[in-house]
């Protein structure tokens, strides 16, 4: 796993935004998995600044988004369709028919899982996979649970999730329950990992992942016996691992 401790949450963006942009010159028509969450807002905000001038284009790359609340159109202000138009996909000159986020909607949720996961198989899988963790180590909407989940699913979202995420709503009891999310099988056959973090209320999450034990109660933790993962964190997310020598900042 290669690391980069940043010192703050811009230059931890700006080196998401780098290493996001470098595979798009490298391969202009290549599948970026892509997350949501406040944590990866700054690296598409760089993204849309450096499209905007010029400096690459989106025009043949393919974008599969990692989890859909279950039951939010993709017009509510708190989809996660919706997120992405907002922050990335309105103001860039990717193709709409390009970009795939799951039907939060769809009536066969069964059916939508497995369209989902074949969907992803049919693009090659992703090339670069943009992940942000959860307090309690979730990846996507990959809840700490007795097994590691493989393909797209039905999750029930944990309680701490459902109270991290009520911020995001007008109160708690709009948060939905349940999120289609990528499983930990498409999350493993993505090329590459590109793992953010930012503030200590990740740390722990983070040196569970990096350092723990590989375990579904942690499934942050399962990117260990992935063979390219980039780590990009913040001092305070990182914190855990500066202490125990695991890595340097500055
Ligand atoms: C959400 C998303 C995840 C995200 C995580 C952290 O629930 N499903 O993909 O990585 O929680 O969110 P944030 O970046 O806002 O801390």
Not at 167 to 186: L, N, Y
Not at 205 to 227: K, M
Request: some cysteine.
């Amino acid at each position: 796993m290669r690391i980069y401790c940043e010192k703050d949450y811009d230059a931890m963006s700006r080196r998401a935004a780098n290493l996001i942009s470098a595979e798009v010159i490298r391969r202009p028509d290549c599948v970026l998995g892509l997350a949501t969450g406040s944590t990866p807002e700054g690296t598409y905000k760089q993204l849309v600044a450096w499209n905007q001038r010029g400096d690459f284009s989106f025009k043949e790359v393919r974008s599969v988004n990692l989890d859909e609340y279950r039951g939010l159109a993709p017009d509510h202000d708190q989809s996660y369709r919706y997120f992405m138009q907002k922050h990335l996909f309105d103001h860039v000159d990717i193709r709409p028919e390009n970009t795939w986020v799951p039907d939060g909607l769809a009536e066969d949720p069964a059916a939508e899982c497995a369209r989902y996961d074949e969907l992803i198989r049919s693009l090659g899988y992703a090339d670069l996979q943009l992940l942000g963790v959860g307090r309690n180590g979730h990846i996507g909407f990959n809840e700490p649970d007795e097994d590691f989940m493989k393909p797209t699913h039905v999750v029930d979202l944990a309680e701490n999730t459902i109270d991290a995420n009520a911020r995001f709503f007008a109160s708690r009891d709009e948060v939905p329950k349940q999120a289609f999310t990528m499983g930990i099988g498409c999350i493993m056959a993505a090329r590459r990992v590109l793992l953010l973090a930012s503030g200590t209320n990740k740390a722990d999450a983070i040196y569970n992942a990096v350092c723990g034990p590989i375990t579904p109660r942690c499934p942050g933790s399962i990117l260990q016996l992935h063979n390219d993962v980039v780590l990009v964190g913040d001092e305070a997310a990182l914190s855990k691992l500066i202490e125990a020598g695991v890595c340097v900042c500055g």
